[in-house]
């Protein structure tokens, strides 16, 4: 079974450009989460989207938008870039088990911004 | 979600069980216990949940104290791959708030 994969790996972008993050969830799983893991920080929860709708957000300015497809991949747009947003960027999909949440993580796209 | 304070870090021998402890004295009934992995600069990787009672699987087992303020998670047989930063998080079970990761506890495993 293919995991959670997310493109580019790497993303260089400019102050002010605007980035865009693809994520394809676990095959059956129609929950995409985002996080933020900025260097020396721990995760931080970025957006929740299921059944193609954004069920909630973290707490992160509205210049950090996405969706999710019919076939629930998912996209991240971050606009108006700042240098503080270089980060690795994990995407995650889950499936409910039992009643708990198991998350299933992609490796993440590195963005740095210049 | 409930706070959660685990060791900063542990060292462990290869091939002994490693315990890693996890206090979360303020968990609400309905928020459960899950345990993830981080090896460096990959994705987290989901190792095991519960709610009330013990749980194992391929990969580990979790123990849960009776009032649930405190759980330990136990790796049987520790290997050098093992090594990794353990996060133990307490979150409700509809998945709503997405998880809140602290800082860990960062495991090295001696060979």
């Known amino acids: 079974e293919a995991g959670v994969t997310q493109s580019p790996t790497h993303l260089i972008k400019t102050r002010g450009q605007q980035a865009t993050l693809r994520c394809s969830p676990i095959?059956?799983?129609?929950?995409v989460y985002w996080y933020q893991q900025a260097l020396g920080l721990g995760l931080q929860f970025l957006l929740w989207?299921?059944?193609?709708?954004?069920?909630n957000r973290g707490n992160f300015p509205p210049r950090f938008s996405g969706r999710q497809f019919p076939n629930y991949s998912s996209e991240l747009n971050v606009n108006a870039l700042e240098l503080e947003d270089s980060a690795l960027y994990l995407c995650?999909?889950?499936?409910?088990?039992?009643?708990?949440?198991?998350?299933?993580f992609g490796p993440g796209t590195r963005l740095t911004v210049t | 979600d409930a706070k959660t304070t685990q060791p900063t870090s542990m060292d462990c021998a290869e091939g002994r069980a490693a315990n890693l402890p996890c206090n979360h004295s303020?968990?609400?009934?309905?928020?459960?216990v899950y345990w993830y992995r981080q090896i460096h600069s990959q994705g987290p990787q989901y190792i095991i949940h519960?709610?009330?009672n013990n749980e194992t699987n391929e990969m580990a087992s979790l123990i849960i104290t009776e009032d649930r303020k405190s759980s330990t998670l136990i790796l049987p047989h520790a290997t050098l791959r093992d090594t990794a930063v353990y996060y133990c998080?307490?979150?409700?079970?509809?998945?709503?708030?997405?998880?809140?990761f602290g800082k860990g506890t960062h495991l090295i495993i001696q060979p």
């Open positions: 303020t968990i609400s009934g309905n928020e459960y």
């Open positions: 989207y299921d059944e193609g709708e954004e069920r």
């Open positions: 095959s059956g799983h129609t929950s």
């Open positions: 998080i307490a979150e409700r079970g509809g998945g709503a708030d997405g998880l809140t």
């Open positions: 519960g709610l009330k």
């Open positions: 995650a999909s889950s499936i409910l088990t039992g009643g708990g949440y198991e998350q299933y």
